[in-house]
């Protein structure tokens, strides 16, 4: 199979609106990454935020490391850090930590910061934040290494003969990628440094009939600074819902994804410039939104995997609230049974097992039912010899 192997994951911002109780939304959270890893979900990235209502969760760290206690397979990452807000060396020693605690299940996402007003609050000028996401970038990688001392000052942080207190339990490390949306700057960091990329652009509308050329772009990049990019490291994010059958899948949708959209982007963000008053039907044309049967989301997955030319190591599903509770993990449940193994290889065996079964069906199992067959009638010759075996006992 063509993309064999491909991972599966969430990346969990999160959307909780405006009313809803925080602290059950937290805790539905933490539920929700119990979940997926119980129906074998690959990752889940957990996004940093702190302004704008919405997107609730401050610190990813603390949740992975509530969420490793409560699962035993799915990796955890930060979906993103935003290295401006942060000095380098404090980001580098949680996340070795954390990939102390996680015995490896830890993943560092890194961006710049998604939201302005974030950044406002701590005194930090938007067009600074992408040059302090690359220096802070070059400290981290650099500490990472574990091969000696390192040095460095820039205009807002300073690093004296620094080195990590544990080297990673990874080798050599733990995963470390970069977001990338509208602009081609994540990228270009990402292989400047040689780490993996996480594409936000494919759920925006243009965004997948971009990426191919992204990648290219990074590819010619990192061949600069000696590295090289590898696809398996790549992810590619957009929005899904799964139900029985289309029309189902989009009227559970509807009514929240309309409440987001007017009620974050909308109002809140003053709907950013990717946003259209219509992003539901949008992306479904464009291919960045995946509502509907098993088999319609399985073939939006084909197609947002032949815009990256060439394929990619995972598909991560932008987490929402757009259906009720029950729904959204009916959603991911389906998905689980029905979308995941199409990709990941395993249904090949059981398939070649019945199709062998079927094709041998008359050599294998006929003489099966002619030894069948036989037993009954050995057992009906059996039973008359019987009955005159007791007659002669009783005379």
Request: net charge negative; aromatic share 6%; glycine share 10%.
């Amino acid at each position: 199979m063509p993309h064999a192997g491909l991972k599966f994951g969430i990346f969990l911002a999160p959307f909780h609106r405006l009313g809803d109780n925080p602290t059950l939304a937290l805790a539905r959270d933490l539920e929700l990454l119990e979940r997926l890893d119980t129906l074998g979900f690959d990752e889940a990235w957990i996004g940093e935020h702190h302004s704008a209502g919405w997107e609730t969760i401050a610190a990813p760290e603390v949740m992975i490391a509530a969420a490793l206690e409560r699962t035993r397979h799915i990796r955890l990452g930060s979906g993103v850090t935003s290295l401006p807000y942060h000095h380098p060396l404090l980001v580098a020693q949680r996340f070795v930590q954390l990939d102390h605690m996680s015995r490896g299940r830890v993943m560092l996402g890194c961006g710049p910061g998604a939201l302005v007003s974030d950044a406002y609050m701590m005194g930090i000028e938007a067009k600074d934040q992408r040059r302090r996401m690359e220096e802070s970038l070059s400290a981290i990688t650099a500490l990472l290494r574990c091969d000696g001392p390192v040095t460095m000052k820039t205009d807002w942080f300073e690093l004296r003969e620094a080195r990590l207190h544990l080297a990673p339990y990874s080798h050599p490390r733990f995963p470390v990628s970069v977001a990338s949306s509208t602009t081609p700057s994540g990228a270009l960091a990402a292989a400047r440094h040689g780490l993996g990329l996480i594409s936000l652009g494919a759920g925006l509308p243009g965004g997948p009939q971009k990426l191919a050329a992204q990648w290219r772009l990074a590819e010619e990049e990192a061949a600069k600074h000696g590295h090289a990019m590898d696809r398996a490291d790549w992810r590619l994010v957009v929005n899904l819902h799964v139900a029985e059958d289309d029309e189902a899948a989009m009227a559970q949708v509807r009514a929240g994804e309309r409440m987001e959209t007017e009620g974050y982007f909308g109002e809140v963000l003053a709907r950013p410039p990717t946003r259209t008053e219509d992003p539901l039907g949008d992306g479904l044309r464009a291919g960045t939104t995946l509502v509907g049967s098993p088999d319609t989301v399985a073939a939006g997955i084909e197609r947002l995997l032949g815009f990256t030319e060439g394929g990619a190591g995972g598909v991560l599903f932008r987490s929402h609230e757009w259906a009720d509770r029950r729904q959204t993990l009916h959603s991911y449940e389906l998905f689980a049974r029905w979308v995941m193994p199409r990709f990941q290889g395993s249904l090949r065996m059981p398939t070649e097992s019945r199709d062998w079964c079927v094709a041998n069906r008359e050599g294998i199992f006929a003489p099966n039912l002619q030894a069948l067959r036989q037993a009954f009638t050995d057992a009906g010759q059996a039973v008359p010899e019987m009955d005159r075996l007791k007659l002669r006992q009783k005379a």
